[in-house]
């Protein structure tokens, strides 16, 4: 519950552009080829596709939404490693937002999603300057749906890459297409679950309180 309303607070907040609040996630995807070319959709039958397909490896896609101001940064990597996270948060802080004081993450608990990551992936001065940049939020355990990155890619999902795609250039093109879109129609997320809401709707999630009997004079 405490790890909820921290992040119901970060989303309760007015927009800062010196301290922006920015979601990220990552989802993993198969790289998979048609063995056959697909029969076009015609009259009374839908699009056919053959069981037959080729496997390509995989990608693994990084997402950061800023939700009040409708942007996304993607990036899309071979793996999905501390050292890939740690870069990622670098091109977050020092390319995409280099002039704000505090950039405020909102981000699952994943082991790769943590500050340990960046002092693997450089030295410490540089780690440390990294991390002083960041105000880290994490969301609770099986609560992604606190997360708009979450939700950002589960749209991704359904209106860019729900086919077979054969290759990682081919998912960079398509992403890179679709992100562009989206941020150009500045499309963002307006929060309005609240932590009151939360106390009276989850309230059976809520631990049981016991209080102590006083004992007698």
Same mark, same amino acid.
């Given at each position: 519950m405490a790890a909820m309303e921290d992040v119901l607070e970060v989303y309760s907040r007015p927009y800062d552009p010196q301290k922006p609040v920015i979601c990220m996630d990552e989802m993993h995807k198969q790289c998979i080829e048609e063995v056959r070319k697909p029969i076009p959709a015609s009259s009374g039958c839908p699009e056919r596709y053959d069981s037959e397909y080729i496997r390509n490896g995989g990608i693994n896609i990084f997402l950061a939404s800023e939700p009040l101001k409708g942007r996304r940064v993607i990036s899309i990597t071979d793996r999905r490693t501390k050292l890939d996270w740690a870069y990622f948060i670098k091109d977050l802080v020092d390319y995409q937002y280099p002039e704000v004081d505090t950039i405020v993450l909102v981000m699952d608990n994943l082991n790769t999603h943590n500050p340990g990551s960046l002092? /693997?992936?450089?030295e410490p001065e540089?780690?440390?300057?990294? +991390?002083?940049?960041? /105000? +880290? $939020? $994490?969301?609770?355990? $099986?609560?992604?749906?606190l997360n708009v990155a979450e939700i950002e890619l589960s749209v991704l999902s359904r209106q860019c890459l729900n086919r077979r795609i054969p290759d990682k250039e081919t998912y960079e093109q398509e992403i890179e297409k679709w992100n562009t879109d989206r941020n150009n129609q500045q499309i963002g997320v307006e929060w309005h679950f609240t932590t009151k809401e939360a106390r009276n709707k989850l309230k059976r999630l809520y631990p049981k309180i016991i209080t102590k009997a006083k004992s007698s004079q």
């Open positions: 002092y /693997e992936a450089f540089e780690a440390r300057r990294l +991390i002083d940049k960041l /105000e +880290i $939020h $994490h969301t609770p355990k $099986h609560g992604s749906w």
